[in-house]
């Protein structure tokens, strides 16, 4: 059974950084595409970036670039999210999620079959 565990959200202020983690359980990262989204109240799910073993690492939003670092360790099953110079504007719930149907990143979140609960990043002015 595909699993998925976010950790790592926290509170922060504004120019920290936070490393959030998706442990990775039924997962063969070479099958599947994994994607990083967010979600703040009131808003629609947004993609932040995915890797895959067909594109490697892309990255949605481009208010991210430069500040959030996708990576995996395969011996883990763990993909990473390494955010600098938070935002204010950066605190959502985030989610991983994978999907074993794409080859390629999507930034369409209905695309991702299995998803985590999510972990809260609060980043304060």
């Known amino acids: 059974e595909v699993q998925l565990d976010e950790s790592g959200g926290g509170l922060v202020q504004a120019g920290g950084s936070l490393r959030l983690s998706c442990a990775t359980s039924?997962?063969?990262?070479?099958?599947?595409?994994i994607g990083w989204f967010r979600q703040a109240p009131g808003k629609e799910r947004e993609g932040v970036g995915c890797?895959?073993?067909?594109?490697?690492?892309?990255y949605f939003e481009d208010s991210v670039s430069g500040r959030f670092t996708i990576s995996s360790d395969n011996a883990r099953n763990t993909v990473y999210l390494q955010m600098n110079s938070l935002k204010p504007e950066d605190t959502a719930v985030y989610y991983c999620?994978?999907?074993?149907?794409?080859?390629?990143?999507?930034?369409?979140?209905?695309?991702?079959?299995?998803w985590g609960l999510g972990t809260q990043v609060t980043v304060s002015s």
């Open positions: 039924g997962i063969t990262f070479d099958d599947y595409a």
């Open positions: 890797i895959s073993s067909s594109d490697g690492i892309t």
């Open positions: 999620a994978a999907s074993i149907m794409l080859k390629y990143c999507s930034a369409k979140y209905y695309l991702y079959e299995r």
